[in-house]
C-alpha cells in the first residue's frame, strides 16, 4: 500500500537528474533485506531456477552495457547510469518476495482486498485533488520533482498519489483485470459489492487519467481474462459497461477526436500527394502560347498557419522513438547505455534496444519466456477449475499481462517505481500460485 499511495516526495537529491531517491527505496530495500534473511537456506534453490538464472543475465547484460557506455561509447554519467542499472535490481526484488509471500489461497484473498483498498483510496485522493484541491505531487520535471504541492485545473490529467497520470493508468490497466473476472465469479452481496466498489473506483481513474492507450490496454485485458475463464456472455456486458463510463469523461473524448481528426488529416494529405504525381485525367495543350514577359509584383508576406497535430504523437514519433533508433544504430549489440537517451522514450521496447542493445532486449524477453512456460501451467489450472480464487486471479493476471504489454508500446512502464515494484510483485505472486495449485 506504500509504495502506491505515498507520493513522490524527494528523500536524497541526485545530482545531474530530477530523479531523487525516495522512502519507498528505503521501504523496498528494508523488505528485500529481511527476506533474505528469512530465506538464506532457499538460495541455493532460487540459483537454480531458469527464471532466476534468466534475471541474472538481464542485469549482467545491463552491467556491461552500462560499463561500455563508460569506457567506450562514453555517452553516460557514471553514476547516473548506475543508479538506473541499481534500480532494475530494486524492481526486480520484489518477484523473489512474491514467490515466498503465497503460502495457501487465504494468503492471496488477503493480497487482493490491500489491493482493492489502495485502489479505492488512491480514487478518494483523485476526487479530492479534482473537487477539493487537494495537492498534485508530481515529477515531470526539474522543479515539480522538488516535491512542490501542486493544484489540478481544468482539463488536465488526475494523477492521484502517483507521479503521472501514465504510472496510475498503468496501475490500473494490471489490476482491472484481475477485480473485473473476480466479479463474475465470486459469490455473496457483500463481496460482490466490495468488487464492484473496486472496479468503479479504478473505472473512474482510469477515464479521467485520459491515457488513451491504456484505456485500450483495459479492454484487451479484460477480454484476455473473461475468455480465459469461458465467461464469454459477461465479456459483452463488461466492455458496454466500461465504454459507457469512459464515454462520460469528456476530455478523455476529446483527446480521441483528436487523434481521429489528425489520421484522417493525414490520410486526407497522402491522398492529395497522390493526385499530384499521378492525376486521374491528362489533357493535351490545343495551341501553343506565346510566352509573355512576368511582370514585377509585391510577393504578400504568407500569413502562418497553425499546425495541426496531436501533440504527444507527434512528439514520439517526431524526437522520442528516431532518438531511441539512432542510440540502437551506433551500438546495435549494447546499446548506449542507461540514461543515455534521457528519461522518457515513451516506448519501452524501443528504450530497451536504444539503452542495452539487440543483448538487452533479448535477455529481458528470455526472463518471460522462462515465465511463459509457468504461464502455459496457468491454463491449464484455469481450464480445471474456473471458479476458484486462484484460477480467476490467474485469468486476471495473465490478462493483464497483456494489456501491459500493449501500454509498453506508448509508455516506459517497466521503469516508473510505482508501476514497476507492484508489477514484478504481482508476477511473484502468479508464480507462487501455479506451484501452490500444482502441488495440490
Not at 529481511?34 to 534475471?55: R, V
Not at 459483452?236 to 476529446?254: C, E
Request: aromatic share 12%.
Amino acid at each position: 500500500m506504500a509504495i502506491p499511495l505515498y507520493p513522490k516526495f524527494p528523500a536524497i537529491r541526485i545530482p545531474g537528474t530530477y530523479v531523487s531517491v525516495r522512502l519507498e527505496d528505503f521501504l523496498v530495500l528494508i523488505t528485500f533485506a529481511l527476506w533474505l534473511m528469512l530465506n538464506l537456506n532457499k538460495l541455493k534453490t532460487f540459483a537454480k531456477d531458469k527464471i532466476t538464472q534468466s534475471i541474472v543475465i538481464f542485469l549482467s547484460v545491463g552491467l556491461v552495457s552500462l560499463a561500455s557506455a563508460i569506457l567506450i561509447t562514453q555517452t553516460v554519467i557514471p553514476h547516473l547510469g548506475l543508479l538506473h542499472w541499481l534500480r532494475r535490481i530494486e524492481y526486480l526484488t520484489l518477484f523473489f518476495v512474491g514467490i515466498t509471500a503465497i503460502k495457501e489461497e487465504k494468503n492471496l484473498d488477503f493480497y487482493l482486498k490491500v489491493f482493492g483498498i489502495t485502489i479505492i483510496v488512491a480514487f478518494i485522493y483523485g476526487l479530492g485533488q479534482k473537487y477539493l484541491s487537494w495537492p498534485v505531487i508530481i515529477t515531470q520535471n526539474l522543479e515539480y520533482s522538488k516535491g512542490i504541492a501542486l493544484r489540478w485545473i481544468p482539463g488536465s490529467h488526475i494523477n492521484s498519489t502517483f507521479a503521472g497520470h501514465y504510472d496510475l493508468a498503468t496501475y490500473l490497466v494490471m489490476l482491472l483485470p484481475i477485480f473485473v473476472s473476480l466479479l463474475f465469479v465470486v459469490k455473496g452481496i457483500g463481496s460482490k459489492s466490495f468488487l464492484a466498489t473496486v472496479i468503479l473506483a479504478g473505472l473512474w481513474l482510469l477515464a479521467n487519467a485520459i491515457s488513451r492507450i491504456s484505456i485500450v490496454s483495459y479492454l484487451i485485458g479484460i477480454t484476455f481474462s473473461l475468455i480465459l475463464l469461458k465467461r464469454y456472455k459477461a465479456l459483452p456486458l463488461a466492455i458496454i459497461l466500461s465504454l459507457i463510463f469512459f464515454s462520460f469523461s469528456s476530455d478523455l473524448l476529446s483527446r480521441y477526436v483528436r487523434i481521429i481528426e489528425v489520421g484522417s488529416k493525414q490520410i486526407m494529405r497522402i491522398d492529395k500527394l497522390f493526385y499530384n504525381i499521378y492525376p486521374a485525367f491528362v489533357y493535351a495543350a490545343e495551341e501553343e502560347l506565346t510566352p509573355q514577359r512576368r511582370l514585377r509584383e509585391a510577393t504578400p508576406t504568407p500569413t502562418s498557419v497553425p499546425v495541426f497535430e496531436d501533440r504527444s504523437t507527434s512528439i514520439r514519433l517526431n524526437v522520442e522513438w528516431p532518438r531511441a533508433l539512432r542510440a540502437l544504430a551506433k551500438n546495435p549489440l549494447l546499446g548506449m547505455g542507461y540514461s543515455s537517451i534521457t528519461l522518457a522514450t515513451d516506448n519501452d521496447y524501443l528504450r530497451l534496444l536504444g539503452e542495452t542493445g539487440i543483448l538487452g532486449f533479448l535477455s529481458f524477453f528470455l526472463i518471460f519466456a522462462r515465465l511463459s512456460g509457468k504461464f502455459k501451467k496457468a491454463i491449464v489450472i484455469i481450464r480445471k477449475d474456473t471458479n476458484s480464487l486462484s484460477a480467476v486471479f490467474l485469468a486476471g493476471a495473465l490478462g493483464a499481462l497483456s494489456g501491459v504489454f500493449t501500454n509498453a508500446v506508448f509508455i516506459d512502464i517497466f521503469e516508473a517505481s510505482k508501476f514497476a515494484t507492484i508489477f514484478w510483485l504481482i508476477v511473484g505472486f502468479t508464480i507462487a500460485t501455479i506451484d501452490l495449485k500444482r502441488n495440490e
